[in-house]
């Protein structure tokens, strides 16, 4: 089995910066894309970031030019640095990776989420 887990989200007010973690872990032989969504309150949930195996990203508008995704895989981790964060950013963020437990097999699994508030 592949857990994921995060962590590093909490409350800053607007204009501040959260940085999130997510470590992924178990039986894993490749990870290809790995990335974030969000959910804010009352609302569907939402792509945020993707970063690809071959070292490519791409950002949802809304946070493009304040947000920056980089990845360790030695460590299986991937790392969401948010700035300028905005109380619309106020949201349950997720990750998410594409995981070969073998050649053959490619699955995508979730994080459990982790919250981050943003006070005007």
């Known amino acids: 089995q592949v857990q994921l887990v995060e962590s590093g989200g909490g409350l800053v007010q607007a204009g501040g910066s959260l940085r999130l973690s997510c470590a992924a872990s178990g039986n894993i032989f490749r990870i290809n894309d790995m990335g974030w969504y969000r959910q804010a309150p009352g609302k569907e949930r939402e792509w945020v970031v993707i970063?690809?195996?071959?070292?490519?990203?791409n950002y949802a508008d809304s946070v493009k030019g304040r947000f920056t995704i980089s990845r360790d895989n030695a460590k299986n981790t991937v790392y969401l640095e948010m700035n300028a964060l905005r109380p619309e950013d106020t949201a349950i963020y997720y990750c998410?990776?594409?995981?070969?437990?073998?050649?053959?097999?490619?699955?995508?699994?979730w994080g459990q989420g982790t919250r981050g508030t943003v006070s005007a």
């Open positions: 998410f990776a594409e995981v070969q437990r073998s050649i053959n097999s490619r699955t995508t699994y």
């Open positions: 970063s690809t195996s071959g070292g490519r990203t």
